[in-house]
Nanobody
Framework: VQLQASGGGLVQAGDSLRLSCAPSVRTFGNYDMGWFRQASGKERVFVAAIRRNGGFTYYDDSVKGRFTISRDNAKNMVYLQMNSLKPEDTAVYYC??????????????????WGQGTQVTVSS
């Protein structure tokens, strides 16, 4: 299974970006999907996740109200719309595929597959 993440870039504070993730898996609808980020010198942390049927979404408090995760199961795509970006959002963003229990959806080690990451840099 491969996950191709794209959409990162260099933007100014207050701007928006939309990240995309295209998992190459037939049974895409069987996976919860998540976005994590890793700032330079720091651990990878949870950002957002969406249930396999798209019915429920979960966010870290630091992005709640600014970021929106969505998915299109017909197109095998997951998106992360990021608005009102801040310099502290600067990180490499990774998408992941999760088939574990719901209570572990925020735990990176419970994800079965990861994409290669896309760099987001927000200047002040």
């Amino acid at each position: 299974v491969q996950l191709q993440a794209s959409g990162g870039g260099l933007v100014q504070a207050g701007d928006s970006l939309r990240l995309s993730c295209a998992p190459s898996v037939r049974t895409f609808g069987n996976y919860d999907m998540g976005w994590f980020r890793q700032a330079s010198g720091k651990e990878r942390v949870f950002v957002a996740a969406i249930r396999r049927n798209g019915g429920f979404t979960y966010y870290d408090d630091s992005v709640k109200g600014r970021f929106t995760i969505s998915r299109d199961n017909a197109k095998n795509m997951v998106y992360l719309q990021m608005n009102s970006l801040k310099p502290e959002d600067t990180a490499v963003y990774y998408c992941g595929a999760h088939r574990g229990i719901l209570s572990m959806i925020r735990v990176g080690t419970q994800y079965a597959y990861w994409g290669q990451g896309t760099q987001v840099t927000v200047s002040s």
